[in-house]
């Protein structure tokens, strides 16, 4: 199939889960520090860790992009210069902006890193991606509400230089392209700087007191309706398709999201890209990347506005996560024919776990006998945090995780 393979851009909200994205197959990470991104309660990236997590994704061939892509005030934008300077100095490679003012400041006190304009700039044609592009711009993040029709004459009425991203999977917004008021009007929490009470998720009634005797149908139940539920993106299985729209990188959505939900759909969504590069006509997605997306905490899946108006993109009933996989245990070396892991969740002896590793299909690893760190036998491993061994023929890599059912 001669197309060209997207980069796979993926979240990391600290310094452990960047360090997880790179070695279970991104191209790229996306980052926040301590101010200007979009999830305040994943910014926990401090300069230190910054240029520590610059340092160990450049090492390993892997690009780092900054977000910066809060509406700031005048007393945000005072302390910007300084931070953007600051950017430019520990190599990284892209901000992330949607505020023009940032993206002026970027250019002036950043001008060894790209500029991507942000999903929150809401880019649905192609006039506005070639005016980011006269401002500066290397890249334009487009608005999730595009089919991939649309994201094609995009492509094909802008610049070959600028380069197009998109969401492929993870969380979506019901508000457009997440520019969102009913978080601050509901809490004060404003979701255009970062704050985000997630009101989309919460559960709802319908009433109107000056118009009795008018009903208006809604799905609800006792406990309400969650009328503004929006189902998750996954895009696994048409990455030809997003390939074939000209699309540059892909995205997937979660820096709030865990160490674990980082290391599946990072290794997913590179094993589905892998086996994109010698497909021929007819490719399809491996069944074990389908599987793989199953095994994390996630809510239903749809395609969202790709293949046009949205079909069963909301759920109505809860706005829960289908959860059917736990972390068991994290592998933290090999030795003397067994695996040495740090334990998450209690199993037993006669457990079989699945392993997670960096650059493989999943496999099986039967606890047939555990022992503690003494190296004694034990029936079940059940204190947290507790050095577990397990025999295996051969040894796993650090960092691995060994999961079970739920």
Sequence with gaps: MKIKIPELLCPAGDLERLKTAVDFGADAVYIAGEEFGMRTAAAKFSKDDISAGVEYAHSRGVRVHVTCNTVPHDGEMARLPQFLE?????????VIASDIGTIALARQYAPNCE???SVQSGIVNSATACEFYKMGAKRVVLARELSLEEIKYIRENTPDELEIEAFAHGAMCVSFSARCLLSSYMTGRDANRGDCAQPCRWSYSLMEEKRPGQYYDITETEK????????D???APYLDKMAQAGISSIKIEGRAKSDYYVAVTANAYRGAL?????ANEDWRLPDWVTEELNKISHRAY???????APQNAQTYESAGYIRDY???AVVTGYENGCVTAILKNKFSSGTVLDCLEAGSKPFPVAAEVIYDKGGN???SANSPMMIVKIPFSREIKTGSMLRMKA
């Design 86 to 94: 600051f950017l430019n100095g520990a190599g990284v490679d892209a």
């Design 115 to 117: 500029i991507h304009v």
């Design 224 to 231: 309400g309706t969650y009328i503004l539920n929006a189902n």
């Design 233 to 235: 993106m996954c895009m």
């Design 274 to 278: 892998d086996s994109l590069k010698s």
């Design 302 to 308: 749809s395609t969202g506005f790709y293949f046009g």
């Design 326 to 328: 736990n972390v068991a």
């Design 377 to 379: 036998a034990i029936e």
